[in-house]
């Protein structure tokens, strides 16, 4: 008897994925640059952060015509973005056979309140975290990856560095406390005691942790990787960047061989202009995409 | 002391690590051909193969294990590790980078997309009943006639074996049960150490 969709199958899904760079794509073009480049999988979208920033309005799921068309064109799996708490356009992306569901603040929230019950859904679902309470309340309701938000489509990695900082040294702590104390940690962390203290026996989540927003040069990904992510999302840094072959390229390998500083190097030479960006501290805190999710 | 590395470029390194362990070796992490030297075995994790057939490109290991495997280094490959060990693929990317060595040709996602990934108990020749965690997983369109076929699923083999290398579709180091790693380790390197066949 054949079993799909349950948490092993998801969550080892993602376990697939350590150690690689997960690319945002608008065009079945794109998506085969960063196959070649080597990326592990591909997150197919209208419009890349950065471009989401400047055009403002109200921003959704992708056309299935356009997910479609990257599906066909590249053998690695290919993610597709919902919004927070539309859990019909979850059910449509599942639909279409992509491979993981990203619940994303990147995209304009459908809920204020509520998050998907992922836990209903065959297909997988990541989710982003600014702390570990965050992080703990999306894998309860079902997320098998959770990727650190920062500041999505800014070229500006402070946010994902922080994010990251403050789930990892988090979970640090828990690791340091007794069962009474871990009651208390649960309830601060506003989080399920069950998850609180599997983590404190791991020492780490019990999902893959990816990190993502702001990412844009080979450096800023082996960064990522040297402070404990186990992969890293970049969104607008390759694309809109002046050679996103040899970018793409760039990153993948820094990743792979994030200790090694003089590969980093290497790597880093003669990739063209990096996305231009815009500093975090000069947007306001409605600005924020990372403030999105509850 | 059976030193057996695990191909770290990508994918579920940690997660071998562990099973091997647990099997009785001692693992090793390889990244740079220098890693390679002096292993009794190896392991090719799953992951992306597409993505680690260019790294062990780039970072000059393709080469090496190459040479390695067809000079006898007992191998064993899940999932994506595999697609890396078959001699031939179908529905994979044309320029697609693999050691070969398994006169197999494997079908990539086989069973379909994420939706489509499942957990099934398996009969494993010589290991025993197995609970098979098979994610986006290859199977094999065609045995040659020296791969001895361990598991199938349907009409499709899933666990076969060629002499010194052993490949599986699923992936047993996602399962806490050590006994497909026991099963490389204290067969197929154990005989390649003994020079038996």
Redesign the interface.
């Given at each position: 008897?054949?079993?799909?969709?349950?948490p092993?199958?998801k969550r080892?899904?993602a376990?697939?994925?350590?150690?690689?760079v997960i690319m945002d794509v608008v065009t079945p073009e794109q998506a085969r640059i960063a196959?070649d480049?080597?990326?592990?999988?591909v997150m197919a979208l209208e419009r890349v952060p950065a471009d989401i920033r400047r055009d403002g309005g109200v921003s959704r799921m992708s056309d299935p015509d356009m997910i479609d068309g990257i599906?066909a064109e590249v053998?690695?799996?290919v993610m597709a973005k919902a919004r927070i708490g539309h859990f019909v356009e979850a059910q449509v992306l599942?639909a279409i056979?992509?491979?993981?569901i990203d619940e994303s603040e990147v995209l304009t929230p459908a809920d204020y309140a509520h998050h998907i019950d992922k836990t209903v859904f065959?297909?997988?679902f990541v989710c982003g975290a600014t702390n570990l309470g965050e992080a703990l309340r999306r894998i309860s309701e079902g997320a098998a990856m959770i990727r650190s938000k920062g500041e999505a489509g800014t070229g500006d990695v402070s946010q994902a560095t922080t994010h990251i900082r403050t789930i990892l040294g988090q979970i640090k702590k828990l690791t340091t406390m007794d069962s009474t104390e871990l009651f208390e940690a649960a309830k601060e962390l506003r989080a399920p005691i069950e998850l609180v203290r599997e983590t404190a026996e791991l020492g780490r989540l019990p999902v893959v942790l990816f990190t993502a927003g702001g990412v844009a040069t080979p450096a800023d990904a082996a960064m990522m990787m040297q402070l404990g992510a186990d992969g890293v999302f970049i969104g607008s840094g390759i694309f809109k960047s002046g050679d996103p072959a040899a970018r793409a390229r760039a990153c993948?390998?820094a990743t792979?061989?994030y200790q090694d500083a003089e590969r980093i190097a290497k790597v880093s030479r003669g990739l063209g202009e990096a996305m231009v960006g815009i500093a975090v501290d000069s947007l306001g805190a409605g600005d924020l995409l990372a403030n999105r999710g509850w | 002391m059976t030193r057996v590395g695990v191909l770290a470029l990508q994918g579920d390194v940690r997660e071998h690590v562990a099973a091997l362990t647990v099997a009785g070796a001692v693992p090793v992490e390889v990244r740079r051909p220098t890693d390679l030297e002096g292993l009794d075995g190896i392991v090719l994790p799953g992951g992306e193969s597409t993505t680690m057939g260019k790294l062990l490109r780039i970072f000059e290991l393709l080469g090496p294990l190459r040479s390695l495997l067809a000079g006898g280094l007992p191998a064993y490959g899940t999932c994506a590790g595999m697609i890396l060990l078959a001699s031939e693929i179908v529905d994979g990317r044309r320029d697609q980078e693999l050691l070969g060595g398994l006169d197999i040709t494997v079908r990539r996602n086989a069973f379909g997309s994420q939706v489509h990934s499942f957990e099934a108990d398996l009969d494993v020749a010589g290991v025993g009943t197995v609970h098979g965690v098979f994610i986006r997983a290859p199977w094999v369109e065609r045995a040659g006639p020296e791969v001895e076929v361990l598991a199938s699923v349907g009409e499709h083999p899933v666990a076969v074996r060629q002499g010194h290398l052993l490949a599986t579709s699923f992936h047993p180091e996602l399962t806490g049960d050590e006994r497909m790693h026991a099963f490389f380790v204290r067969r197929l390197v154990a005989q390649a150490e003994g020079g038996a066949s």
């Open positions: 008897m054949n079993t799909t969709g349950t092993l199958v080892g899904m376990e697939q994925l350590k150690g690689g196959e480049a080597g990326a592990v999988a599906k053998t690695i799996p599942q056979g992509v491979d993981y065959t297909v997988p993948v390998e792979a061989y | -």
